[in-house]
């Protein structure tokens, strides 16, 4: 049973434009989301995060948002560069549970 | 700089073979956690431990077992390798038991078993 789910496998933006990743869960007792980005033959490296608590955080070209009502949050990378083309994984933690839950993975592609 | 570092980049075993995977971090950092990275799987949790000595079973811990004897290493132990453990292995640690920080991964351990 997957409890993060990530529906797009991939996507493609030309450089400049807006990136928009998805990901759902299932699970209401998650309270800390994570987004992390993966280049190939590397390990994920942390990016953003949110906490239950609140519906958006921002950090420079990256904002997250969570809608808590829908179980959905999101990334918006603006504007995209090319640089941003890596796998990007969301990911979510219940509070005493210690573990990292994530999803399948969106790969995304910035047309220069 | 928190450090997490896997042994091996690159490792090549045969079936049947006992495999050790070794991850040490520099942070005093009180969990760690054994992921594999696979096509169209994402990450799925093998193995975590919230301290020395300690260690709780994730998702896919079928054909595993781990160890930690020092608060910094923890090794995944492949007891008898199979072809379908080819994966990327990715260790992390995170330094609380709350959940409300980031966790910090290794450089990734690409393993193929022949």
């Known amino acids: 049973d997957q409890q993060v789910k990530q529906n797009s496998p991939s996507l493609s933006v030309q450089e400049g434009r807006i990136s928009i990743l998805n990901c759902d869960y299932t699970n209401s007792m998650f309270d800390y989301f994570l987004w992390y980005k993966k280049y190939p033959a590397e390990g994920p490296t942390f990016l953003i995060s949110i906490s239950s608590i609140k519906d958006k955080n921002e950090d420079g070209r990256f904002t997250v948002f969570l809608n808590k009502s829908a179980k959905h949050l999101s990334l918006h990378i603006v504007p995209s560069q090319p640089g941003d083309s890596a796998v990007y994984f969301c990911?979510?933690?219940?509070?005493?549970?210690?573990?990292?839950?994530f999803g399948t993975g969106t790969r995304l592609k910035v047309l220069a | 700089d928190v450090k997490v570092t896997q042994s091996s980049r690159y490792l090549v075993k045969r079936t049947g073979e006992k495999v050790f995977l070794e991850c040490v971090q520099d942070?005093?950092?009180?969990?760690m956690f054994w992921y594999r990275q696979d096509p169209g799987l994402g990450l799925r949790l093998i193995y975590f431990?919230?301290?020395?000595?300690?260690?709780e079973k994730g998702d896919i811990p079928e054909g595993y077992s781990v160890s930690r004897e020092k608060k910094e290493r923890f090794s995944l132990i492949l007891e008898s390798a199979s072809t379908n453990q080819t994966s990327m292995y990715l260790c992390?640690?995170?330094?609380?038991?709350?959940?409300?920080?980031?966790?910090?991964f290794g450089q990734g351990t690409r393993l193929t078993v022949v």
């Open positions: 942070m005093d950092h009180e969990n």
């Open positions: 431990s919230y301290d020395v000595k300690m260690k």
């Open positions: 990911a979510a933690s219940e509070a005493g549970t210690y573990k990292y839950i």
């Open positions: 992390a640690s995170s330094p609380t038991l709350t959940g409300f920080t980031e966790a910090f």
